[in-house]
């Protein structure tokens, strides 16, 4: 018996990495929304209340498990107690390091049929994976300087980078698949959130625990609004973001001829969704925000629809049996048409002799996949690809690997 291994198993496999990327991002942006609940709930404490209020400039009695919890101290309070809880920073690390290695697991590793697009640009996958990672370095030093020097022009800052995202996918939509590029959109935006936690929060939070340990008093206003600014960047940025990173489970976007377009257009109305909540939480209740961003949502759906009617085309064109125009009359060719037709793999596939655009699965007419392949992923599986082993006959997987390898980028 021989020993090989099963590299698209062990694909398979490492990208159980999303399990824990998840995990951690709902951890993340959950801890984070929380103290945004927080900072808009806590009150200035009443003298002659139940406790001491000295240096408390903020709090609440914040019911949760039978339980009241919080207070808020502005400085901290003069001697530092031995009991401070860090906040945890190591769930924005876990979910940007696992981020990049499900980049590199599922985008890099097989570059050619997820990241690129010949049909877009010709560039191999070493100088593919090199754009991409370069982008998301230089567009961390790009934000975190423009917005260290627009400090005080928070909305020239804000359209500026608006900009920086709209420039980019666009860049990227005449480089990359459109999948690649919405997962690399998300990336760089996650990106600069990751970094506003360690560049920015975690020496900000080392320095002030310093200080403090000290007895100095050492407020830094410089850096206490740098802090702010980034708060506020990671709260409006977080849903776009979610967007960004679930967008390629959207055939309808990321398969979209414009999905750089759409990809920002999602992105707004989420933006918008923040800002909605974010007001709401002052208090104030905007309608006319979600409105716009419902109006926005709507034009996006009947943007993005299919053009032409017949979307059922590919199934009737099967049947109306024009054999000769694929290999000859094949036998083998014609029926496995029809078992392309009926096992659904146009839903997920592109194949354009089959009329079929599914964009959940990288394009046949892309890969070209030759018949063993076919039959190899058609009776294993593979990713999120079922195996269609007990569904389809041997006989049948030998057509449909026959046809595929045949028709496919013809
Ligand atoms: C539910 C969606 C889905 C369906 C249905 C589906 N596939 Fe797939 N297929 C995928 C995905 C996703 C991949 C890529 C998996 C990976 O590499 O992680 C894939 C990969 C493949 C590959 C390998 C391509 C390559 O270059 O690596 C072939 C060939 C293929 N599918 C053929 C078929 C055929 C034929 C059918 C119908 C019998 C079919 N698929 C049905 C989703 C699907």
Redesign the pocket.
Known sequence: MTFAINW?YL??VL?LLRWLHVFAAIIWIGLTAFFWFMESHLKTPIPGGPEPTDGVSGETYYLHGGIFYFRRYKGGPDHLPANVTWHPQWYAYGTWVTGFLLLCI?YFW?A???LLDPSVADISPVLGVTICVALLAFSWLFYDRLSRWLIERERLLVSLLFIYIVAVSYGLSHLLSSRGVVIEVGAVIGTWMAGNVLFVWEPLHRMFFAAKSEHRIALDEGLMAISWQRAKHNAYLAPPVLFAMLGVHFSFVSGSRHAWLALIGFMIVGGLLRYFYIWRNRSRVIVAIPAVAGALLIALVIWLAPSTAPAPAPATALTAGDAGTTGGGDAAVTAGRA??AK???????TLTAAGAA?T???S?D????SAA??S???TQ??????S?SGK?SAAE?KE??T??STVAGK
Do not use: E, W
């Open positions: 698209d694909r398979d990208g599922v097989k050619n049929t997820y078992v392309f096992a659904g793999c146009g839903s997920c596939h599914g959940a699965g990288p046949l892309q890969a070209k996949p392949l076919v190899d992923r058609v599986g593979v990713g999120t690809m079922p269609f389809l997987i449909v690997a046809y595929v």
